[in-house]
């Protein structure tokens, strides 16, 4: 393959995933660093953890939608898989792909096909809850050695069943009010429905190992029936693709999907205009054509109420073939490279963006606080070495003197620990009350609220209604508990400012967490579920099955918001603790180590000079780890800064960029990183 036809989103993901491993890395030397020198606390070691978790763990969601024999499928081959040199997905005329298929790679899991049967959308669990369950699960191994065999095993996606019409009503794929969306029935009045209700590939493929999910979604049946797909994956996609036919435009079924599922503002949104080839006309010229699909790219712009900009013709076919042909004319001609650029540029730079800011935030947070440290361990260094070459030519009795006043002074400083106790039990009561408003509790009484809304609305007008008051009900509560953060770093400030003052702390606090950003990701929820509760779906929504499945959906991704929002306080109150505990050992370690000198001074005129040579190279030793943590420190903070010099310019028709909390995500891990 030349170099003008490689694929340019897969390059700049390797490119981001080298700028990832790279960060990692100086991550590690800097922890390295810390925990030799003994300076990394729990929360400090928490924030390491999470943060090189991320890295390794980042998850880039790129969904595909579209209706069926758009070329879905061929686009993701092109663009991701083409060096294979043959289609990974099945990609024929005609209905292909008939479930939403995942396709990542896991290295704990073995490399294989895995399909969710369809008759599981009649138990009350959903998708997220049958992930965790394999029972549920058929799974297909795939011979990466052998791939003829691999891509007939793929075909599986492509099964269907024939079932009695009150099964296909049952499964959601039959609705008596919406006639004309529902498919055709056979001689003997049966319907033809998918074999599976989901699909996951699991292959070590180098693009699914840096991190990408490609989400492929088939058509409306697929979107309209499958609650969790609307309210789960779909939002949780980092970038969407909706993919059109040149041939036929904005169809009714295609405007269906993008009004209901894809219009909102939520998403990076990029429009596929595909099957271009198929407007070549022999009796036309190649300007002539051009005009054409210009006119359809406007187009299909105005019937979706977007811009241009966003609007993509390419032929998928033809990017494929070129690709596996090694053919750069072809490539070139499909005008694939300039969808894969707005995705590049649009969304790559973005989560690089991201990613810096959180490690560099984190970065210059620890060096504060590890700087305090070392800089109160050499002054009081100091003070020591002070004291000991006053003592230089005294008399056995001034170190006496000297031995006394330093227990006394160890003694008044443990008077610090009433004062302490005092702090941990106002400090402990305060944060027990911020969270009150963040457990799983508070969320039960506003959701059951709109439940009951749900089941006795029958337009949904007042479900819509209830449901975005209970939106605004769960704000509050972050709110309350952002103001009660505010209370804590008030009482915590004044608190540290008086044990600095009569104690000789240097204790410093960080910032409290900004918990409004769990209010965007709240609101991203609210945008994502009124969508759904339109009209269009108040008949389906009216089924008891649907509406159990609706009300698990919404309570998991409300708990994974609040669960993280309460993990991010947690820690920020850890941290302001566990600071005070190790500035507490560290006076306590100082006061032993003095009296302990002292006292071998007063056995043997030759320590003192020993002693004040040890507390010399001592304070050398602490020079030097604050020259190593700051070049440590300093190379995390150039790798991450690299981000805005790979950057390229966003493209602006794209899209805002917006904050995703991952439906599927375990609570507690959003926190700090």
Known sequence: MTQNSAPTFARQLDELSAWRAALDARLGRLARLVRDEHLLDESQAGWFDAMRARLAGEKLIVAFVAEFSRGKSELINAIFFAETGRRMLPATP????????????????????????IETRLEAASLTELRHQPRWWTRIELDLSRPDD?????????????????????????????????????????????????????????????????????????????????????????????????????????LAIWRDHLGGPALARFVALNKIDSLADPLSTPQQV??????????????????????????????????????????????????????????????????????????????AQIVRTLNDQRRQGAEQMLELRGLRGKSAGKVQLMLQRTQAEAAEFEQCTTKLAAMRSVHSRMLKDALLGLTSDRLREPVERFQQELGSSLLLIGARRVFTETCEELRGYLREAHQRAGEIHAMLTAAFSRLNAEFGFSLALEPQPDLARFADDLTVIERN?????????????????????????????LRVVFENASSELELWNKTASAQVDAQLRERRRAFKRRQEALERIQLAAGDLESRLTELQTQDEALQQTLQRLGEAVDAVLEQAASAQALAGPATPDAGPAVRLVEPTQEPGRHARA
Not at 330 to 354: D, F, H, K, T
Not at 530 to 552: D, E, K, S, T, W
């Open 529 to 557: 579920y009124v969508q759904y509760l339109g009209l269009g779906q108040a008949i389906r929504l009216a089924q008891p099955r649907f509406q159990a499945q609706f009300r698990r959906m919404l309570v998991s991704r």
């Open 150 to 254: 691999m891509a007939q095993a793929l075909q599986e996606v492509m099964r269907t069943r024939v079932v009695p019409l009150e099964e296909a009503k049952a499964l959601g794929f039959w609705d008596d009010e919406r006639a004309d969306d529902n498919p055709p029935l056979d001689a003997e009045g049966r319907v033809e429905v998918p074999a599976w209700r989901h699909a996951r590939i699991n292959l070590p493929h180098p693009l699914l190992k840096r991190g990408l999910v490609v989400l492929d979604t088939p058509g409306l049946n697929a979107i309209g029936t499958e609650p969790e797909l609307t309210l789960g994956l779909l939002p949780s996609a980092h970038a969407t693709v909706f993919i059109l036919g040149a041939d036929t435009g904005v169809t009714k079924s295609d």
């Open 94 to 117: 005609g209905r292909t792909t008939m479930c939403p298929v995942e396709l990542g790679f896991d290295a704990d899991e073995p490399v294989g096909l895995v399909l969710l049967p």
């Open 290 to 367: 051009a005009k054409v699909i210009e006119r359809q790219c406007d187009t299909v712009a105005r019937d979706l109420g977007i811009t241009r900009s966003q609007v993509f013709p390419i032929s998928a076919r033809q990017a494929l073939a070129g690709r596996v042909e090694g053919d750069a004319a072809q490539v070139e001609a499909s005008r694939i490279l300039g969808l894969e650029a707005a995705l590049s540029e649009g969304l790559l730079p973005r989560r690089r963006e991201m990613l810096a800011q959180g490690a560099m935030d984190g970065v210059r947070q620890l060096q």
